[in-house]
């Protein structure tokens, strides 16, 4: 029996009527950093091991320069104001926390802001600050001005959380030798330096670690024009053509997440490759994240095993999210951190008292019928009783 090849061209996507506003590769990029950005120095910050933890294509879309940085343009504002000011006083920037969910730009900002600065960097990450002999290295080597970035910092010991405090305060550690009757302090003073610390999780950070950060800034999802802008920039560096209907449709379909437009983008362009000469069009988007299994929403199978596991094992909710994430065999964390914060913004589930609850909107998207499910508001409903709601 012949086997029909599994990749072949297909002429489906040959002749797509919106080709026609192809957005071309080799047109040179136009931006360039503005004057008030310019680093004052010529130093190029130095690499740390972690720092090659992306992909080379990763690497190749994250943005190097502010400049570059599409979206947030609160916090942009703000951060920009912070460098202009820390730069004109020669003064190292306050320390700054970014919180909000993964894939939102926070390592982007934390490596962007040294290059704004003509400053150094070094990147650590808190699952692996265990003792404050973790943090030392860092601190020891951070230079005059440089940034100290901290991924996933609510993962930090607290014994190095504590041990933080005065380097972060008075540029100093208290380093203890020996044991016993022969230990001695030894005081070590730091370079000044900018302690720059990310966290999908502020409500984990404690108080006193989160007072000591001058700047606290959140991520929010992007927009789907800004996701777009995203998409077609990076199109444009991965030198394939795609047209703006298909950069707005993987935009729709990425969950408000840079990082997931350019995952999008890249399984798109794996497909055009195969399947279409290349060619990014809507039609050949469209049956790319259909194959992924990625909606129109841009939820995908995992997003969607959630929701309907509160809808069919759960009637709906409320439902804790601990008994949801051992129903579906997912970590818990990863459901709040990944999967919850996207359908929450999009009022597909509600977070009660009592747990978690699917909403009229999420019915619908599931192709439940929302008139068998009692979706009402859990604050309008005694849960003690059918009778009125009590207010007190
Ligand atoms: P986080 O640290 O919040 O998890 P990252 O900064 O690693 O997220 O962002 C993931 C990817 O998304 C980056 O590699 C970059 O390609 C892209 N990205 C993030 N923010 C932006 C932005 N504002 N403009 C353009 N691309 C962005």
């Not at 912070?82 to 004109?88: G, I, L, T, Y």
């Not at 795609?242 to 794996?270: H, K, M």
């Amino acid at each position: 029996m012949n086997r029909v090849p599994i990749i072949s061209q297909s002429d489906e996507y040959q002749d797509d009527e919106h080709n026609s506003n192809n957005i071309n590769p080799s047109k040179k990029d136009s931006t360039t950093a503005p004057e008030s950005l310019a680093p004052t120095t010529a130093s190029e910050p130095f690499s740390t091991p972690l720092e090659k933890k992306g992909s080379e294509e990763d690497l190749l879309l994250r943005p190097t320069r502010m400049v570059d940085m599409v979206g947030q343009q609160e916090v942009y504002a703000r951060i920009e104001i912070a460098v202009h000011a820390a730069k004109k006083r020669g003064e190292p920037l306050g320390h700054i926390l970014f919180d909000g969910p993964p894939g939102l730009g926070k390592t982007t900002f934390a490596t962007c802001i040294p290059k704004e600065l003509g400053v150094s960097y070094q990147i650590g990450n808190g699952a692996t600050l265990r003792a404050p002999k973790d943090i030392v290295p860092y601190l020891t080597n951070a230079e005059e001005g440089s940034i100290l970035f901290i991924d996933e910092i609510h993962r930090m010991q607290k014994t190095v959380e504590e041990f933080l405090y005065p380097a972060m305060e008075d540029f100093r550690i208290d380093l203890t030798l020996g044991e016993g009757v022969n230990a001695r302090t030894l005081n070590i003073q730091l370079k000044p330096f900018t302690l720059i610390g990310a966290t999908t999780r502020t409500g984990l950070i404690s108080a006193p670690l989160r007072d000591r950060f001058q700047m606290r800034e959140h991520l929010d999802f992007y927009t789907i024009e800004e996701l777009s802008e995203i998409i077609r920039r990076n199109a444009h560096k991965l030198r394939v053509q795609i047209n703006e209907q298909a950069a707005f449709e993987i935009a729709s379909r990425s969950r408000g997440t840079p990082r997931l437009a350019n995952n999008r983008l890249r399984w798109v362009r794996d497909f055009a490759d195969a399947k279409a000469n290349g060619q990014i069009t809507l039609l050949v988007a469209q049956d790319a994240l259909e194959m992924q299994g990625i909606d129109t929403l841009g939820l995908d199978p995992q997003d969607r095993k959630y929701l309907d596991t509160i809808l069919r094992v759960f009637n709906g909710g409320p439902v804790g999210v601990e008994a949801v994430a051992h129903t579906i065999n997912i970590a818990p964390d990863t459901l709040v951190d990944e999967v919850e914060p996207f359908l929450l913004r999009s009022e597909l589930v509600i977070r009660t008292p009592r747990g978690r609850r699917i909403t009229t909107k999420g019915l619908v998207h599931m192709g439940a019928d929302p008139s068998k499910y009692d979706c009402s508001s859990p604050y309008n409903k005694d849960p003690y009783s059918d009778g009125p709601a009590r207010l007190f």
